[in-house]
């Protein structure tokens, strides 16, 4: 399944131990700096050229070939997710309430390789490989940031390419989606207001905990009832916080939920349609409302040619079998600045497997890979990177 020359073996078992020592010692959004000081002495060790400090937390490393030549850059995120880990194994969290649920420890260890293992053919390549190791995917807008304060400029970026570890893909296989592949994301929060009371006179109380209830069951019929059934779209309302006591009439209520969308005209009209909703159904029921509105992710679109060079490489490198179909996801991806700007591809790698109890979903308590995937994602990513620049 994975390539197994001698130097990857070297280079795959130095990534599993770096990714069971960020995986031991995460760190939240915009505070991944011993991370990112890991990544930076590493790079420097290969003869990498480091800036650190981007977008707070954020570390770029560049590497120039042999020749002159097009500019690639390579992206993995960093940030880990305020989750208790309940794994018993020897690389386990060792801080409360913090874990790597979303395989960005993963991701972080095989760039690393990726770039180890370009820099030791820097002599063959022709064009400019940048690293980008990002703070904050994990809704920190870490992507924006970077692409903001100029990680494609100087040299000017002219392709992007990432991966993203899955639990539900057998470990080894991999999707490489043409087009949008994961949909933008936006949060909304409704604050209701009622009139409190005792919960014996509710017709001298206007119930806020009553409204709110309407509110989120006409929220879930936007989608069925004013969305085109082939146009993907999701809007959940995932808390909901009122009253203080089973004999009080709440006098507030509040409902935080997210957007899922593909279409920016349809991502405009749901963000319209919400506040209408919440607003009129509070007006009508005797209270009142406000809706904030967060406009997040933008859609993760691949471009197709690039998409296509990476199911050649994938096909040539782990086997025509390792390709597998994919549909578009409702998860969303803060890669997504970097393709805005730029062409390219970001692919999934399938870390799965059943026989060792490797189920547990992405941002699960119980997360874990099968580390068999990393080599594969350190092949591919260097094969990609060579590929693009020699084309």
């Known amino acids: 399944m994975a390539v197994s020359t001698l130097a990857l073996r070297t280079i795959a078992e130095q990534v599993v131990l770096d990714r069971r020592h960020l ?41 120039q070939g042999g020749r002159s ?17 309940q794994n018993d194994v020897p690389y386990r969290s060792t801080v409360p309430g913090v874990m ?50 100029g990680v494609l400029d100087n040299p000017v970026v002219d392709a992007v390419f990432g991966l993203h570890l899955m639990q539900d ?22 604050r209701v207001q009622g009139k409190g009371g005792h919960a014996a006179a509710p017709h001298q109380c206007i119930d806020a905990t009553l409204i709110a209830a309407n509110i989120t069951v006409a929220l879930n019929q936007i989608v069925s009832r004013e969305v085109k059934p082939l146009d993907p779209a999701v809007i959940t309302v995932g808390m909901s916080h009122s009253g203080t006591a089973q004999n009080i009439i709440a006098d507030t209520a509040d409902l935080r939920g997210t957007v899922r969308t593909y279409d920016p005209e349809l991502r405009q009209r749901l963000a319209r349609r919400i506040q209408e909703v919440a607003l009129g159904i509070a007006s009508a029921m005797g209270g009142s409302a406000t809706c904030e509105y967060s406009v997040g992710y933008p859609p993760t679109v691949n471009e197709p040619v690039m998409t296509a060079m990476v199911a050649d490489v994938v096909r040539e490198r782990i086997g025509p079998d390792r390709l597998i179909d994919g549909e578009p996801r409702m998860g969303a991806e803060d890669f997504s600045y970097f393709l805005e700007k730029k062409p ?10 059943e026989e060792r109890g490797l189920i547990w979903g992405n941002h699960h308590p119980k997360f874990d890979i099968d580390e068999a995937a990393l080599p594969i994602g350190i092949d591919l990513l260097t094969a990609v990177a060579e590929r693009y620049l020699a084309s």
């Open 100 to 149: 790597h649920a979303c395989g960005h420890d993963g991701h972080t260890a095989i760039l690393l390789g990726v770039a180890r293992r370009l820099s030791e053919r820097r002599a063959t390549l022709a064009g400019t490989i940048k690293f980008a190791f990002q703070p904050a995917e994990e809704g920190g807008f870490g992507g924006q940031k970077m692409v903001e304060q």
């Open 169 to 190: 893909m057998e470990v080894g296989t991999v999707v490489a989606l043409p087009g949008p592949s994961l949909a933008a994301a936006d949060r909304f929060i409704i």
């Open 23 to 63: 995986h031991a010692h995460p760190e939240l959004r915009y505070q991944e700096h011993e991370t990112a000081r890991f990544v930076a002495e590493r790079l420097r060790a290969h003869g990498i050229a480091v800036q650190t400090g981007i977008a707070e937390t954020g570390v770029l490393g560049v590497l």
């Open 344 to 353: 390219g591809c970001y692919f999934w790698l399938g870390t799965r497997n």
């Open 69 to 85: 030549g097009k500019t690639i850059l390579l992206r993995a995120d960093m940030d880990a997710l305020p989750i208790e880990e």
